[in-house]
């Protein structure tokens, strides 16, 4: 076992881990504002279903 690394790993060490780090800080807002979004177009769509549902009623009654 290694104690002491070359510089050529330390570098690369550093970079992927300051990449990771990046890619967490970014990925983690951008899964909250999907997740947002996505249950925020669930419930238009299901509003919608309905509304679609309360007109086709209103016609039936209309035209009977």
Same mark, same amino acid.
């Given at each position: 076992?290694?104690? /002491? #690394?070359?510089?050529?790993?330390? =570098? /690369? #060490?550093? $970079?992927? /881990?300051? @990449?990771? @780090?990046?890619?967490?800080?970014? #990925?983690?807002?951008?899964? $909250?504002? *999907? @997740?947002?979004? &996505?249950? &925020? !177009? !669930?419930?238009? !769509? &299901?509003? =919608? =279903?309905? *509304?679609?549902?309360?007109? #086709?009623?209103?016609? %039936? %009654? +209309? @035209? +009977?």
């Amino acid at each position: 076992m290694y104690i /002491f #690394a070359g510089v050529g790993d330390i =570098e /690369f #060490a550093t $970079i992927l /881990f300051s @990449s990771l @780090s990046l890619l967490i800080i970014i #990925a983690i807002p951008v899964i $909250i504002v *999907l @997740s947002v979004l &996505r249950k &925020r !177009n !669930n419930k238009i !769509n &299901r509003i =919608e =279903e309905k *509304l679609d549902q309360l007109i #086709a009623k209103q016609k %039936d %009654d +209309h @035209s +009977h």
